[in-house]
């Protein structure tokens, strides 16, 4: 082990060598935004090798407004924190919400939305009634890691939880008739159920948020040292909800308010 | 039809492009990988027949670890892991730099120490196929031990280890799809993020199996070609033609 040790050494400080050290600087200049690209309308990559969505836009718009240079990073779902607290970037700009498990890791900044969390199933299905008791037995799907695999996992005990890489996945076995139901975001599946889930599923209703579990809504999340970084985002954040320029992003993507 | 190949067509709004870039990173990691996991494994294969009890010991250690370990959780200690330590590390000497570790570096690392686990099993059995009466004879022809290796054994042992090797090479290959966990464009990365935009998942991964299997078949040609080259001027059994 000692051998590999040893070349882990040289070879990291040869990277370290290369890339050469950036200091860390006190005052933010510019910031690296770590996002999925796969999670539209919020943020997905298109085509052209693209950011686009609701996120990319109005994290683009907070960056002008704070006169810092923002990049991005594309980085899957699985290791999205991983990432940011091993520096590969600032910030997570993904459509992720502040729950309590994720603040044991990470900081967040205040919340710019608060996303209604709906239950979808194939369109034979009748009855409204989505309590756990009329749920046992059957099969849910949703992404893993999130907030609704936590949700599901604590309330539908007798059910049998499926989770996913992605929330596409998630639809697509609903298609499929493998899941009975899916449990996500109410924008996430609007978004498969006017394209793709258009002659499959329909909408059941929709959850009301635990705050123990769903957390006060979505957030950026920063490493716990850069106070400052999650200070300076928070206060253009408060600042683009008075001043309208948050709902001037909002209106392109979503017909409806999302916060 | 049109829809379909209009979405991975060349065009501005088809996959084609990604696709394209991703099956580079794809095989560009893959063959970055090769030579580093190769050299390693043979250099395990020859602790794993030394006379070191310590050599030895680590050449067990080390393949036992490799193979068990998923690829994945490599891939998350080498990526993540390492720029933590290191960073924690240049912290507690009282460096204020910022470490990041290249993905490219990260994934060419984990990727080859898993293939070095997994050559050195096809090296120690080519190894072991060379009589022990060659060396001796080499040894007595006043070769010395590095000579007698490159010279002798090393050429016989290449032509053994070869179908092993093109296993290896093709498992490789199919490892690399992993790497999008850390942040490389590969096909996978692409595939799935097409998937989500035209939500065409059938279209997209079945697009990105045929790169792959592209790539599986011009490699089970290539290794064709090596495998008869090097069996030049052996006989074949069975092969009475």
């Known amino acids: 082990m000692r051998t590999f040790f040893r070349l882990a050494v040289i070879a990291t400080g040869v990277a370290v060598g290369a890339i050469g050290a950036h200091a860390q600087q006190k005052e933010w200049k510019e910031i690296r935004i770590g996002t999925e690209g796969a999670y539209p309308p919020f943020n997905n990559l298109n085509a052209r090798k693209e950011l686009e969505g609701f996120e990319i836009d109005y994290m683009n718009a907070l960056c002008d407004k704070m006169k810092v240079k923002c990049t991005w990073v594309v980085q899957d779902w699985d290791g999205i924190i991983p990432a940011l607290l091993a520096g590969k970037y600032d910030v997570i700009v993904a459509g992720m919400n502040a729950t309590d498990e994720r603040k044991k890791r990470v900081d967040f900044t205040t919340v710019y939305t608060r996303t209604p969390i709906a239950v979808i199933a194939a369109k034979s299905v009748a009855s409204a009634d989505f309590s756990p008791a009329a749920l046992k037995g059957k099969a849910i799907g949703t992404q893993g890691s999130t907030i609704h695999a936590n949700y599901l996992e604590k309330y539908y005990k007798d059910s049998t939880i499926r989770l996913y890489p992605t929330q596409e996945e998630a639809n697509l076995d609903l298609e499929n008739g493998r899941l009975d139901y899916v449990v996500a975001d109410k924008m996430s599946l609007d978004d498969f159920l006017n394209n793709k889930g258009k002659d499959c ?12 579990i769903h957390g006060p809504g979505t957030a950026m999340a920063v490493r716990k040292e850069d106070t400052a970084l999650r200070d300076m985002i928070s206060k253009a954040i408060e600042e683009s909800l008075k001043d309208g320029s948050f709902e001037k992003v909002r209106v392109k993507w979503f017909k409806f308010a999302i916060m | 039809m049109d829809y379909y190949l209009s979405l991975i067509s060349f065009g501005p709004h088809g996959w084609g492009r990604p696709f394209l870039e991703g099956a580079f990173v794809t095989l560009s990691l893959a063959v970055a990988t090769l030579p580093f996991g190769l050299t390693l494994g043979l250099a395990i294969a020859l602790m794993q027949r030394s006379h070191r009890r310590f050599a030895r010991g680590f050449a067990t250690v080390y393949t036992t670890v490799f193979r068990g370990a998923p690829e994945l959780l490599t891939l998350y200690i080498i990526y993540f892991g390492l720029s933590l330590g290191v960073q924690s590390a240049l912290k507690s000497l009282g460096f204020s730099t910022q470490f990041d570790m290249p993905p490219f570096l990260a994934g060419m690392i984990a990727l080859g120490l898993v293939l ?20 001796e004879a080499a040894a007595a022809l006043g ?22 090797l093109g296993n290896n090479w093709m498992v490789l290959l199919k490892e690399t799809s992993l790497v999008s966990v850390i942040t490389l464009p590969d096909i996978m990365f692409y595939a799935m993020r097409a998937n989500v935009v035209t939500k065409e998942p059938f279209l997209m991964f079945g697009v990105a199996s045929l790169i792959y299997l592209a790539f599986s078949i011009i490699s089970a040609v290539g290794f064709g070609v090596l495998e008869a080259r090097s069996n030049r001027g052996h006989a074949m059994h069975g092969a009475a033609r």
């Open chain 2, 143 to 164: 070769l010395h031990r590095a000579q007698a290796f490159r010279l002798i054994v090393f050429p016989q042992i290449m032509r053994i280890a070869l179908p092993g």
């Open chain 1, 201 to 212: 599923c329909k909408e059941v209703g929709l959850i009301e948020r635990d705050p123990a």
């Open chain 2, 116 to 135: 070095a686990a997994f050559s050195s099993e096809v090296w120690v059995g080519a190894l072991n196929a060379i009589p022990r009466g060659q060396r």
